[in-house]
């Protein structure tokens, strides 16, 4: 049981806007970074989001992050077929701790 | 451009061992810590240790210490997971991860490597 909380699952249609939330505590979200990482179907997990809400290069702005208090949130807008895929978040707290993920499916 | 590429999984019975390695290119390796983190089947990411670029300090999660030995060969851009005491529930694809000392900041992952312990 991670404490980060994010729901299970989590759907949209192509073009609509959905938000992924992970929940924490003042001792985790609170006072540390959050980031988020994407898996896609059978690969290795990517860096979508760091430092709350900076996107690497080569990400597209549809993703956005934010953080505000203990919780944390990534928003993708403008959803396609190819966002498809597993999200977590993750912060530092003596080591690194994930959310439990969020399966995103696009309808 | 950063690759990382684990090798070293496979099969392994219950209470043997295992090393994995991952050897690194496109960055400077020297200067950089590192991290081990693995999924177990259909299951979400679990950190398992880290090892820092100057200082050699190593750390682990507390369902690997005292089993895994993190270290990493600066002359050869390659980091290792020595697995000892093996256990049906280390089962996972294990992926190395340039970055995760000090941070949640995991800025390149590898393909990942699968450790099956069955008997």
């Known amino acids: 049981q991670s404490v980060l909380t994010q729901p299970p699952s989590a759907s949209g249609t192509p073009g609509q806007r959905v938000t992924i939330s992970c929940s924490g505590s003042s001792s985790n979200i609170g006072s540390n970074n959050v980031y988020w990482y994407q898996q896609l179907p059978g690969t290795a997990p990517k860096l979508l989001i760091y430092?709350?809400?900076q996107r690497p290069s080569g990400v597209p702005d549809r993703f956005s992050g934010s953080k505000s208090g203990t919780s944390a949130s990534l928003a993708i807008s403008g959803l396609r077929s190819e966002d498809e895929a597993n999200y977590f978040c993750a912060i530092w707290d003596d080591s690194v701790v994930f959310g439990g993920g969020t399966k995103l499916t696009v309808l | 451009e950063v690759q990382l590429l684990e090798s070293g999984g496979g099969l392994v019975r219950p209470g043997g061992s295992l090393r994995l390695s991952c050897a690194a290119s496109g960055f400077s390796f020297s200067t950089y810590g590192m991290s081990w983190v693995r999924q177990a089947p259909g299951k979400g990411l679990e950190w398992v240790s880290a090892i820092s670029a100057y200082s050699g300090s190593t750390y682990y999660a507390d369902s690997v210490k005292g089993r895994f030995t993190i270290s990493r060969d600066n002359s050869k851009n390659t980091l290792y997971l020595q697995m000892n005491s093996l256990r049906a529930e280390d089962t996972a694809v294990y992926y190395c991860a340039k970055g995760g000392t000090g941070s949640a900041l995991l800025e390149y992952w590898g393909q990942g490597t699968l450790v099956p312990v069955s008997s």
């Open positions: 430092r709350n809400d």
